[in-house]
Structures are given as structure tokens and as C-alpha cells.
């Protein structure tokens, strides 16, 4: 899915979201915007500059906008960078005419969405730059910031990445706690190929193990059904076999668990098709950017 498609798919969710921080913030009784630019001063336009505070991609640069007009829909912008572009510190971002008031109330909420979605576009970015196969994709993970998944997704694959599960409903994704609360891979195996699965499930059906043991009874039970296999946790050591027996068997790979940035060049192996990062959404550091008058 491309960006604008999934813009356009989660609109709804995404102004909803946004209302919500901005009823978080309180805005309409922020007491010192009220106190010292009562009446007339608050009402008057004035043009504040986006400046850009380290080097990034940015990320989320329309939902600032749209934070701004969702405030005040006469909210006026002069764009200078786009989502996904390098921005170097010291850049002007965009500018916007509103009121004072406007402008105080709506800053806080609108940064802090820009923020994070660049500081997490920036780290993904890290990654796909190590890639050494370029068909292989670095997928982001559930492990997202509560009320906030929409907007991380979407500064993932600003940055290069690719959506995974965006919910418990986009995909079947057969984890270990499945497998262990069905008493062990022999007996989910022999359950699922007891079931009637619709073809729509079977599309992105996926399945972690663990073991070499485990691995095996996929491949011996999973081809139709199984589509994607994710070796989760697995040394880099073991990768180069593992790896081997699923390419055999025609299966689609996926990496997890503990990759990040120092580590990742021992993982990339020849033959995996997707890296998925927990880090890209719960250990990145917001980009620095700031509103100036």
C-alpha cells in the first residue's frame, strides 16, 4: 500500500486522533494565551516559521497542516520540504499565517506529531540505507505507542519501510503464545490443516518458530497454507540453514526479534524477505524542531 493510499483509507481515524490531542491540551482554555493576548492582540495574523533543528526525513509534515486547520480552518502554509525528504538543521520547514492565538494554542500539539513521526522515519531510514538486497523490506510491528499507531505506520514507510499488521484484523500471524497455548506446534499444525481457512486468510498467512523442531514440521506440514514463516529470535549463526530448508520449501522469510542498528548487518541474509523492528516504534528519539515567531 502507498502512503497516499493510506492517507486517504484511514482519513477518518486520523482526524479523530487529532481532535483527541487537541481536546487533550484543552486549547480553548489555555489561560495564558486568554490572559495576555486577550481580544483584539489574539485575533491578529501573524507568520510563524517550522525550522528544522537536526538533520532528518521528515515525517508527518501534513499532519501538522492538517493539526493547524482543524484548529482554524484559514490556517495559511508556505511548504518548503515534503514528507520523506532530508532535511538538513537550520532548514525553514513551512511557514504558517494564523492568528497569535491560533498559532500558541495549536503549537505544542502539531510539534509533537512532527516530532515523532521524523524521529521515527529518520531511524527507519537507517535501516533501509544498510540493506544490502533492496527487494527485501523492513517492516515496522504492533509494539506502537497506545492511541498513536496510525501516525507511526505511516512515518515507518515514510522513512523506506513497509506496513506489517496495522491490527489484530489485517492478517493471520501465528505467534508462540499460540502455539503454546495449543500445547506445542505438532498439535497447531494438526488443527489448522483441520480447518476450514477462507482463501482471504491464506493471503499473508504467517507462522513464528523458534526451533529448528518447530521449523520443520511447518515445512512439512505448512506448503498451501503457510505463506510466510518468521524465525524469530534466531542467532545469526543458525540463519544461513534455516534460511536454506524455507527457500526449498518456497516460503517467505521474516526475521525478528533484537535487531536494531549495531546489530543488523549480521542478520541481513541472502533470501529474507522482510526485517520486522519493534524498535522503529517503541526505541526512537523525536527529531528537534520548533515554531518560531
Not at 510491528?141 to 484484523?169: I, W
Not at 503454546?180 to 505438532?186: Q, R
Not at 523442531?213 to 512439512?220: A, N
Not at 526449498?248 to 522469510?253: E, N, T
Amino acid at each position: 500500500m502507498e502512503l497516499k493510499e493510506y492517507y486517504k483509507i484511514y482519513t477518518r481515524e486520523i482526524d479523530s486522533k487529532i481532535k483527541q490531542a487537541i481536546t487533550e491540551d484543552k486549547i480553548t482554555s489555555d489561560v495564558t494565551t486568554n490572559l495576555v493576548l486577550a481580544g483584539k492582540a489574539g485575533s491578529q495574523k501573524l507568520k510563524a516559521v517550522l525550522l528544522c533543528k537536526q538533520e532528518c526525513i521528515l515525517a508527518g509534515i501534513e499532519i501538522f497542516k492538517k493539526t493547524y486547520r482543524l484548529i482554524d480552518k484559514n490556517a495559511k502554509f508556505k511548504q518548503y520540504a515534503i514528507d520523506g525528504q532530508r532535511v538538513k538543521k537550520g532548514s525553514k520547514v513551512l511557514e504558517v499565517t494564523a492568528s497569535r492565538s491560533v498559532l500558541l494554542r495549536g503549537e505544542r500539539t502539531a510539534l509533537n506529531f512532527l516530532q515523532r513521526m521524523s524521529g521515527i522515519a529518520t531511524m527507519t531510514n537507517s535501516f533501509v540505507k544498510q540493506l544490502k538486497d533492496k527487494n527485501a523490506k523492513i517492516l515496522h510491528t504492533r509494539k506502537t505507542t497506545p492511541n498513536f499507531r496510525v501516525f507511526e505506520a505511516a512515518a515507518v514507510k515514510t522513512g523506506g519501510g513497509d506496513f506489517h499488521r496495522l491490527n489484530l484484523s489485517s492478517a493471520v500471524m501465528i505467534k508462540d503464545n499460540h502455539i503454546e497455548a495449543l500445547g506445542g506446534m505438532s498439535n497447531t499444525m494438526d488443527l489448522l490443516l483441520r480447518k476450514n481457512i477462507p482463501y482471504r486468510l491464506k493471503q499473508k498467512f504467517e507462522i513464528e518458530v523458534k526451533s529448528f523442531r518447530e521449523l520443520d514440521e511447518v515445512i512439512k506440514f505448512g506448503r498451501g497454507l503457510v505463506e510466510i514463516v518468521m524465525l524469530d529470535n534466531f542467532k545469526p549463526a543458525q540463519l544461513k540453514k534455516a534460511i536454506a530448508l524455507l527457500k526449498a520449501s518456497k516460503f517467505k522469510i521474516e526475521l525478528s526479534g533484537g535487531i536494531n542498528n549495531s546489530n543488523f548487518a549480521k542478520y541481513q541474509q541472502k533470501g529474507v524477505d522482510f526485517y520486522s523492528i519493534g524498535a522503529l516504534t517503541h526505541s526512537y528519539k523525536s527529531s528537534d524542531f520548533s515554531l518560531e515567531f
